[in-house]
């Protein structure tokens, strides 16, 4: 489904976004107030134009409109895989996107996001994964990395890493897997519009992920981890 329709089911109230080279930017009106949209389409690799557009974008949004609401718009093959945008030093541009949304964040603008199609590696961390909370629709597809690639990595064989995936939701791709990890807030299913409004309205009460990877069964010691170095942090503390 193209982002055309996914805008329309989430904006009944209208929207203003336009496309160009894979980038999606503009704003649209979600019950009473009006938000800002930001994203990519057509499985975008993230190079260092789209970065620098991204943050653009963000950084308009906190000059010209105070405090409102970004919406992350999540379709991504990851970052652009070229020698140039190596060299470039892709990674610094997508470490400065990321320092964008954390100033929108602090500036008081309620950052969410929503994987409606594919969301891959580096493109996927520096945009949802950014995000105050993340969302994915059901049909959407979530992987760091497919298994094929995580087997010439790791040295593993792909039939035991496909074993692993079964019963660890680290090894597996998909957005119920995301959800058991923390990764994601929700998986959003029937009214886009009013579950965009729920979004909205949440609390946002800190970064989650971790204690909801625990609590959901999919991550068992990140939370642990934060804990016992956060203990030691005090008892070291002067």
């Not at 594919?118 to 520096?126: D, E, K, N």
């Amino acid at each position: 489904m193209d982002w055309q329709t996914r805008a329309n089911a989430m904006f009944p109230l209208g929207h203003s976004l336009t496309e160009l080279d894979n980038f999606l930017s503009g704003s649209a009106q979600s019950g009473a107030q009006t938000i800002a949209v930001v994203g990519t389409t057509g499985h975008a690799p993230i190079g260092v134009e789209i970065a620098l557009a991204q943050a653009r974008f963000v950084l308009q949004t906190v000059r010209e409109h105070p405090r409102r609401p970004i919406l992350m718009l999540v379709d991504t093959a990851g970052q652009r895989l070229r020698h140039r945008d190596e060299m470039l030093g892709i990674n610094s541009y997508m470490a400065h996107l990321g320092k964008c949304v954390e100033l929108a964040r602090r500036q008081g603008h309620k950052v969410i996001a929503l994987v409606y199609d594919q969301a891959l590696s580096g493109g996927f961390i520096t945009s949802g994964l950014m995000a105050d909370a993340c969302y994915a629709l059901p049909d959407a597809t979530i992987r760091v990395m497919g298994l094929p690639a995580m087997a010439r990595i790791t040295k593993v064989s792909e039939q035991r890493l496909t074993e692993l995936a079964a019963s660890n939701p680290v090894f597996a791709p998909g957005p119920e897997n995301y959800l058991r990890m923390g990764g994601l807030q929700d998986i959003w299913s029937g009214d886009l519009a009013a579950r965009l409004q729920e979004a909205l309205a949440a609390e946002t009460t800190g970064d989650l992920r971790s204690r909801l990877g625990q609590e959901r069964g999919g991550r068992m010691f990140a939370q642990r981890v934060i804990e016992a170095i956060m203990a030691d942090r005090d008892v070291l503390a002067p």
